[in-house]
């Protein structure tokens, strides 16, 4: 199973990017890389994927390394609101998609 | 309405007795999933259900069962609760492939 390892913990002041790393070196060819957060101690939202390519949405973007063994969650300006836990999972498809979440980063914005 | 509905949002019961955890989606998912959170820790997952006619083991399925009554509904049983299942339970959906999964409120067990 591919495994993912993030700080775990950061802290960003309000209004600047936050970057969010994450370690998967072992992260096969068909895996892509998920990210979630959970708010307090509410169901984890999804923020966005990737396989190879840097992906960007309303949230965040997603940079992934060239030999896909790392990324970096970023949200371009950090609010009080993005205090949350990120995971970032890899989705083990052969393995019937099953979504295996770590421990996460825990973002704190401060004002 | 929540697209992914959990019952009951917190309950309190005694150690032994049989507990059921329900949830409901209205996303038209064919994907459902168990998990299990403790305090300060991540998810794991207890049992998930890719359709109506199949149950699959997670990483902690030990003292829990399952039934996928219909393709919306699937529920997650404690035959016999114990103390250290006192924790918070998500639900969650997903369609098959690359996408993302949708998660219910949850529901906070608390075995005494």
């Known amino acids: 199973d591919a495994k993912t390892t993030q700080p775990p913990s950061m802290d960003c002041a309000e209004g600047r990017a936050a970057n969010l790393p994450c370690n998967h070196s072992?992260?096969?060819?068909?895996?892509?890389v998920y990210w979630y957060r959970q708010i307090h101690s509410q169901g984890p939202q999804y923020i966005i994927h990737g396989l190879k390519n840097n992906e960007t949405n309303e949230m965040a973007s997603l940079i992934i390394t060239e030999d896909r063994k790392s990324s970096t969650l970023i949200l371009p300006h950090a609010t009080l609101r993005d205090t949350a836990v990120y995971y970032c999972i890899v989705f083990i498809y052969n393995q019937g998609g099953k979504l295996i979440f770590g421990q996460g980063t825990e973002l704190s914005v401060k004002p | 309405d929540a697209d992914v509905t959990q019952t009951p949002r917190n309950r309190i019961t005694k150690t032994g007795k049989r507990i059921m955890l329900e949830c409901s989606q209205t996303?038209?998912?064919?994907?459902m999933y168990w998990y299990r959170q403790d305090p300060g820790l991540g998810l794991r997952l207890i049992y998930y259900s890719f359709d109506v006619k199949d149950i699959n083991k997670g990483e902690i399925s030990d003292g829990y069962s399952v039934s996928r009554q219909a393709q919306a509904k699937f529920s997650l049983s404690l035959e016999s609760a114990i103390p250290n299942q006192t924790a918070l339970y998500f639900c969650?959906?997903?369609?098959?492939?690359?996408?993302?999964?949708?998660f219910g409120q949850g529901t906070r067990l608390t075995v005494v």
């Open positions: 996303k038209g998912h064919d994907r």
């Open positions: 969650a959906t997903s369609r098959q492939g690359y996408t993302e999964a949708f």
């Open positions: 072992t992260i096969s060819g068909n895996e892509y």
